[in-house]
């Protein structure tokens, strides 16, 4: 059994990056980390090509994690929470995965687990960050049939992020 995890964060060795590392570790099974920033990846050109073939007709690395995910047995997905929700690159890595789900629906019953960081404390809830960030990988989990087994929240680094919030 693979478990693949996957980081959206461009920044090495990050918050992102460690608590998914400590994730995979931690199913003491074969796993493999994917850091975004590693692979080029045209966002999802909405054409439904890969409604007739099961895949993409964009030939770039995309297509290549596209075929990674299918193979493996569970998948983590970690990422950002910029404007308060998912950030661009995690997010265009899932909209590429949707050729996985034409012809057999090839994530189905699989694990699937989000991890998000953010800075904008809990306390303020009009920017939800963290919860719009984990929905956007746990929605796509669910649309796809996976076992969505849940999702890790990690208060990141705050420096220089943190609004001005006028009352
Ligand atoms: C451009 C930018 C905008 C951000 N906006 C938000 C935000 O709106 N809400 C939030 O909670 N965090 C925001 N963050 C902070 C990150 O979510 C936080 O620093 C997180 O810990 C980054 O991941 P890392 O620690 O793995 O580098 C922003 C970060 C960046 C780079």
Same mark, same amino acid.
């Not at 990674?68 to 995690?90: C, N, Q, W």
């Given at each position: 059994?693979?478990?693949?995890?996957?980081?959206?964060?461009?920044?090495? !060795?990050? !918050?992102?990056?460690? #608590?998914?590392?400590?994730?995979?570790?931690?199913?003491?099974?074969?796993?493999?980390?994917?850091?975004?920033?590693?692979?080029?990846?045209?966002?999802?050109?909405?054409?439904?090509?890969?409604?007739?073939?099961?895949?993409?007709?964009?030939?770039?690395?995309?297509?290549?994690?596209?075929?990674?995910?299918?193979?493996?047995?569970?998948?983590?997905?970690?990422?950002? &929470?910029?404007?308060?929700?998912?950030?661009?690159?995690?997010?265009?890595?899932?909209?590429?995965?949707?050729?996985?789900?034409?012809?057999?629906?090839?994530?189905?019953?699989? *694990?699937?687990?989000?991890?998000?960081?953010?800075?904008? *404390?809990?306390?303020?809830?009009?920017? *939800? #960050?963290?919860?719009?960030?984990?929905?956007?990988?746990?929605?796509?989990?669910?649309?796809?049939?996976?076992?969505?087994?849940?999702?890790?929240?990690?208060?990141?680094?705050?420096?220089?992020?943190? *609004? &001005?919030?006028?009352?």
């Amino acid at each position: 059994m693979k478990v693949l995890g996957v980081s959206g964060s461009p920044i090495r !060795n990050s !918050n992102t990056d460690r #608590a998914l590392k400590l994730a995979l570790e931690s199913t003491g099974l074969e796993t493999e980390f994917i850091k975004l920033t590693d692979y080029t990846i045209e966002p999802c050109r909405a054409c439904l090509g890969c409604r007739k073939t099961g895949q993409c007709v964009i030939k770039d690395d995309g297509f290549e994690l596209t075929e990674k995910v299918k193979e493996s047995d569970a998948l983590i997905i970690a990422g950002y &929470t910029p404007y308060s929700t998912l950030d661009s690159r995690t997010k265009a890595f899932i909209e590429r995965l949707y050729p996985n789900r034409h012809g057999i629906a090839h994530m189905k019953g699989k *694990p699937g687990g989000a991890i998000v960081t953010y800075c904008i *404390p809990k306390s303020i809830p009009m920017f *939800p #960050a963290s919860q719009n960030g984990v929905d956007a990988i746990k929605y796509y989990m669910m649309e796809e049939e996976m076992d969505y087994v849940g999702d890790v929240q990690i208060l990141g680094n705050m420096l220089g992020y943190l *609004p &001005t919030i006028k009352s």
